[in-house]
């Protein structure tokens, strides 16, 4: 089965996206994500110019040679700009495989291990209030699990606050936003936030809250603390995990269960998190983190040690990255969570899928491969246009993690 064309679609239908396509002589078609928000066209440009010139001719259905080959042949390893150029392969081939055989991918990957996904929404507000009336939206769409996050008062703007008319968007503008933020206001109001939810809506719904990689350990360690009472299913990203060993002072501060991983791109990103336990949730993508076949090989060996997925389902990663880490989360024995957020507009005129969503569990759909239909003639619509996520300074303008 030889490949016969690979290119590469750059596209803006609601925000910008980066869709491979593989043909196959035998006229089937894959697609994976390549989009990396912020720097797309360095992705587009590493397939285009280096990757798919060598797929042409090889043979489609050996998808472990194919990652074998891009990740070891290139000599350079890892990052994210080749990461996510070989899981756009990677999740192609998958594609073209479960096409071949006339099944949906999960069936490839061992079958369904569970009925339904369990997803988890976004609620923001820039006041509690506002919080408030969109975790009665989530709840009333039927959500288990909702993640929270609310505007820190005295800081003008804040991770993660949606627009009420629409789904949350960090990129904007073509030189980045910048940001203002103060740890200490966070420290304060996070706590307070996450009473307000429990003290209204009870404990019989995960609550879940990102600090966006903004804290010292210590600090984590006393958020974490501080959250306890409250129960989160899990505090996200609560330090900037490139210092592993870090988490060790977070996990002795606190039973607040820890969620990493989604700037990760290999399984050595996560090793020393995943062996030592000091993560309790790995949030690795499908899109950043070399495709299905890599990620699960991270959820095995998470496996081992009692941590469980929760992959990255942003809407900057695309309807085919949330369908590919639906076919791997219906499959996997130690599957946690998926983050749903949704896709701006008109993405769904572009990528018509198959995955659906009922009383707070998705589905990947059972059509052949990952059941997304990407209509390139109405991609060619949205021309690409350059976003960039925002700098976060701190009041004194020193630059902090955003
Ligand atoms: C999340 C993430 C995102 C990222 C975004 C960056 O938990 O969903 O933190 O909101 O900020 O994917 O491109
Ligand atoms: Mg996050």
Redesign the pocket.
């Known amino acids: 089965m030889k490949i016969t064309d690979a290119r590469v679609v750059v596209s803006s239908p609601g925000r910008n996206y980066v869709t491979l396509v593989i043909e196959t002589e035998d006229g089937l078609t894959g697609v994976g994500d390549a989009t990396l ?2 720097r797309e066209l360095a992705v587009a440009a590493y397939l285009s110019e280096h990757l798919c010139p060598m797929l042409i001719g090889r043979d489609a259905r050996r998808i472990e040679d194919t990652w074998q080959y891009f990740y070891k042949g290139a000599y350079w390893r890892r990052g994210p700009v080749a990461m996510t150029a070989i899981a756009a392969i990677d999740v192609a081939l998958w594609d073209i495989k479960g096409k071949a055989a006339g099944m949906p991918v999960y069936e490839l990957l061992g079958g369904a291990a569970r009925d339904g996904v369990m997803v988890y929404g ?1 609620a923001s507000g820039s006041t509690l209030e506002a919080l408030s009336a969109d975790f009665q939206a989530h709840l009333d769409l039927g959500y288990k699990a909702i ?1 929270a996050q609310a505007a820190v008062p005295g800081l003008d703007k804040t ?2 606050i949606a627009p009420a008319d629409n789904i ?1 968007e ?2 904007s503008g073509n030189v980045p936003q910048e940001d203002r933020w103060e740890t200490s206001a966070y420290l304060d109001f996070a706590p307070a936030m996450m009473r307000h939810l429990r003290d209204e809506f009870g404990y019989g719904v995960h609550l879940l809250h ?1 600090v ?1 990689h903004r804290l010292t350990p210590i600090e984590a360690g006393r958020l974490g603390a501080a959250l306890e009472p409250y129960r989160p299913f899990w505090m ?2 609560p330090t900037p995990a490139e210092d592993q060993s870090a988490f060790r002072l977070l996990r002795s501060h606190t039973t607040t269960p820890v969620a990493v991983g ?1 700037v990760f791109n290999s399984i050595w990103d996560c090793q020393q998190l995943i062996t030592e336990r000091l993560i309790d949730y790995i ?1 690795t993508s499908v899109s950043h983190a070399g495709g299905i076949t890599h990620l699960r090989r991270i959820f095995s060996l998470a496996d081992l040690y009692g941590v469980r997925s929760g992959s ?6 695309s309807p085919v990255s949330l369908a590919a880490a639906l076919h791997v989360d219906l499959s996997i024995p130690n599957f946690g969570i998926q ?1 749903y ?1 949704g896709h701006r507009e008109p993405a769904s005129k572009v990528f018509r899928t198959s995955y659906t969503f009922a009383d707070g569990y998705m589905h990947p759909g059972d059509a052949p491969g990952l059941g997304v239909e990407f209509d390139e003639e109405a991609a060619a619509a949205y021309p690409f246009d350059p976003k960039y ?1 925002p700098i976060n300074r701190r009041l004194d303008g020193s630059v902090h993690d ?1």
């Open positions: 928000n912020g976004h993640r991770y993660g949350y960090p990129a990102d966006h996200e990203d989604e949030r990255h389902g942003a809407g900057d990663l983050e957020m996520l955003w």
